[in-house]
């Protein structure tokens, strides 16, 4: 994570985004259970997850509950989210030629979007392109901005909530 600097602090829902996209990309990566992937991060990773970025800091804490459920979820309905993304995506583009990192981010935005009603649309779009800042240096978080723009638009027809 290369994290853009900003003022802003780490929230504890923030850190458990940041750590289910982490999760997923080793789900993937690995072909594991996203269970045993979860519990192990819930076990080892999440108290010292940020270490390498914020050595002079002390760690964030991360919503534990919020990261299984991202995990969980996404995973859970990973096909159905990526046809809803797949057509979002340029010409020529598909779900398997995006990086693996991205997959998971979009993952993880797409289920918030599509099962986590509570959570206003303005919130999960930000915290996902804020995030993007953290996993890639060029255009990635544009893109993101972009994907998750149209994909809550169509998710959430009404608009944004509050």
């Not at 919020?66 to 990526?82: E, I, N, P, S, Y």
């Not at 995030?131 to 723009?149: Q, R, T, Y």
Request: with cysteine; glycine share 4%.
């Amino acid at each position: 994570m290369t994290r853009k600097k900003t003022n802003k602090p780490i929230t504890k829902r923030r850190a458990a985004r940041f750590a289910a996209i982490q999760a997923l990309y080793q789900i993937e990566l690995m072909g594991a259970k996203p269970s045993t992937v979860a519990a192990e991060f819930d076990d080892h990773r999440l108290s010292t997850l940020f270490e390498p970025f914020l050595p002079d800091e002390p760690a964030p804490e991360v919503d534990r509950e919020w990261f299984k459920l991202v995990v969980l979820g996404a995973a859970q309905h990973a096909d159905a989210l990526d046809r809803q993304i797949a057509p979002l995506l340029a010409s020529g583009w598909t779900i398997e030629r995006l990086s693996a990192p991205m997959r998971a981010l979009l993952h993880c935005a797409a289920f918030e979007l599509a099962h986590r009603s509570d959570v206003p649309t303005n919130v999960v779009v930000d915290e996902y392109v804020e995030l993007a800042f953290g996993f890639f240096e060029g255009g990635e978080p544009s893109f993101v901005n972009a994907i998750l723009d149209r994909l809550s638009r169509m998710l959430r027809p009404a608009g944004p909530t509050v």
